[in-house]
Structures are given as C-alpha cells and as structure tokens.
C-alpha cells in the first residue's frame, strides 16, 4: 500500500447500526475506502469476490452464515483480502478456529479507533495483528504440556520467523535469505516444533510471549 492508495475494506457483520458505525468510521479518517457490507459469511464471500477488497473486517457469530466458515471457504479459494476479525469475543472456542482458518489478526470491537486503524494498515501488508487478551489467550492454548519448548531456535529460524513477523510469504522469504522455498518450509516446521505450534500467527504469538521478538 502507499499514501496515495487507499487501503480497501469490506465490512462484515450482522448489526447495521455497526456496520454503519464502522463505515462512519473509516469514511472519516484518511486513506482507507470502504468498498461495501455483508450482513454475514455467505454474503462476505460473494462480495469478496465481486469486490476484492485488501482488508475484510469480519464479525464471527453470525446467523446466516459464521466468520470462521467465511475464512475458511476465503482461504480455500485464495482471496487476495486479508481478514481481521473484530469481535466481542476472545473466548478459546472462537480465537482460534479463526485464526487456524486463515484470519491474519484478531481485534475486540473494544478497541480504540487508532488502534483499529493501526491494525487494519497491518493487515494490509499482511502481518499478524492480535489484541493482547486474545495474544494471552493464544498463547495459553497453544502450549502443549508434552513438547519440552525450551529448545533454542538457529540463528537462521529465528531470521524466518522474524521475516514471518512482517508478514513476509515464504517465496519472498526465500529470495530474501537466497534459499529455496523448500528450506523456507524445513525451517518453518523446525521453529513450529521448538515452540509447540502448528501454525505462523501462533508461531509469532508465542515468540513475543517468549521475547525471542522483540
């Protein structure tokens, strides 16, 4: 994204008076266009592909057709959008079915506007956006008693999962470390292994946690 660009949105949820809300919202701060609204997950499907939007903001408990089922059949057909879920809940149950089903970040309808906005610009350049109660809660669930955790990461898993941090793919990472991406993927699955998780935003979750980022 640049100055000039826009960042595009596409508003999910089954209350008008939020979508209007958030639509107010961001039609009043500078660069970011809201492109249209669904009133659940079917309906976000559809108006993902009809309007390719960069960013989708997407509510979970819907009826008519649920977040987590909208992320899903989203990453199953390659939508170019990000999806950062905004949502009451922070719950276990909901967490992280979304974010195993493809969601870049998680934000509580709680936070504040220029934390909103903060993290709507992340999800644009594809990086992991987490509130610090779902981050907490993430992190908690992900911790699997057997795994021994205490494994130090290589030097070159922790320039992967710092790349990873950044929202950066495995192809670009690979270009950027000049290694193939098969090496990309051994690493990822080295550094999943050492920090007890299967997946890149639990990955990044856990390693703030750790403070092996910073």
């Known amino acids: 994204m640049t100055a000039e660009t826009p960042i595009t949105l596409l508003i999910v949820d089954d209350h008008p008076v939020v979508r209007d809300g958030l639509r107010g919202m961001f039609a009043a701060a500078d660069g970011f266009?809201?492109?249209?609204?669904?009133?659940?997950?079917?309906?976000?499907?559809e108006r993902a592909a009809a309007l390719d939007p960069d960013v989708i903001l997407m509510d979970l408990r819907m009826p008519g057709g649920g977040g987590?089922?909208?992320?899903?059949?989203?990453?199953r057909r390659g939508a170019r959008a990000r999806v950062l879920v905004l949502t009451?809940?922070?719950?276990?149950?909901?967490?992280?079915?979304?974010?195993?089903?493809?969601?870049?970040?998680?934000?509580?309808?709680d936070a504040p506007r220029e934390e909103l906005f903060t993290a709507v610009r992340a999800a644009a350049e594809g990086r992991t956006v987490l509130?610090?109660?779902?981050?907490?809660r993430l992190v908690s669930a992900v911790r699997a008693p057997r795994s021994p955790g205490n494994e130090p990461l290589s030097a070159r898993e922790r320039e992967v999962l710092a790349l990873v941090a950044k929202g950066t793919s495995n192809k670009e990472i690979a270009r950027e470390l000049f290694i193939s991406e098969a090496t990309v993927k051994t690493h990822l699955t080295h550094l999943y292994a050492k920090l007890g998780v299967n997946d890149r935003a639990a990955a990044v979750a856990v390693a703030y946690d750790r403070g092996i980022l910073g």
Request: charge should be negative; proline fraction near 4%.
């Open 88 to 109: 009451t809940y922070d719950t276990d149950s909901d967490t992280l079915p979304a974010i195993e089903a493809g969601a870049t970040g998680y934000l509580l309808k």
């Open 131 to 136: 509130s610090p109660a779902v981050a907490s």
């Open 68 to 75: 987590v089922d909208a992320i899903r059949e989203l990453t």
């Open 33 to 45: 266009t809201v492109l249209g609204e669904a009133a659940d997950g079917v309906q976000a499907v």
